[in-house]
């Protein structure tokens, strides 16, 4: 199973910007779907936004569209999240998913996805 390692996140107020990055452990997942959750305090985890490198293709939900851009750098096997214009309701722990099937495009649910990050917290304060 794949081993995804996060970074980035902390605290930041409203109307800031945080990056987030998830590296892989074996090359060949940049040919897989990658994607972002989040889960709020009470609240179950949500999609936040994937990226299909190979077919060239984004998604993203509802919520962060226009403020969150997913990127990916095939050369460092990594997925980024920049969060721009960030809002309380942002506040949450991210997690990075990846996995098992190579191609799983739109908004998924998590239990689409096989393996994880660690998850870090992000904070924005009003």
């Known amino acids: 199973q794949v081993q995804l390692v996060q970074s980035g996140g902390g605290l930041v107020q409203a109307g800031g910007s945080l990056r987030l990055s998830c590296a892989a452990s074996?090359?060949?997942?940049?040919?897989?779907?990658m994607a972002w959750f989040r889960q709020a305090p009470g609240k179950e985890r949500e999609f936040v936004a994937s990226?299909?490198?190979?077919?060239?293709?984004?998604d993203y939900a509802d919520s962060v569209k226009g403020r969150f851009t997913i990127s990916s750098e095939n050369t460092k096997n990594t997925v980024s999240l920049q969060m721009n214009s960030l809002k309380p309701e942002d506040t949450a722990v991210y997690y990075c998913?990846?996995?098992?099937?190579?191609?799983?495009?739109?908004?998924?649910?998590?239990?689409?996805?096989?393996?994880w990050g660690q998850g870090t917290q992000v904070t924005v304060s009003s």
């Open positions: 074996e090359p060949s997942i940049s040919t897989y779907t």
């Open positions: 998913a990846t996995g098992p099937l190579k191609f799983l495009l739109g908004v998924r649910p998590p239990g689409d996805f096989g393996s």
């Open positions: 990226i299909t490198w190979t077919v060239g293709r984004t």
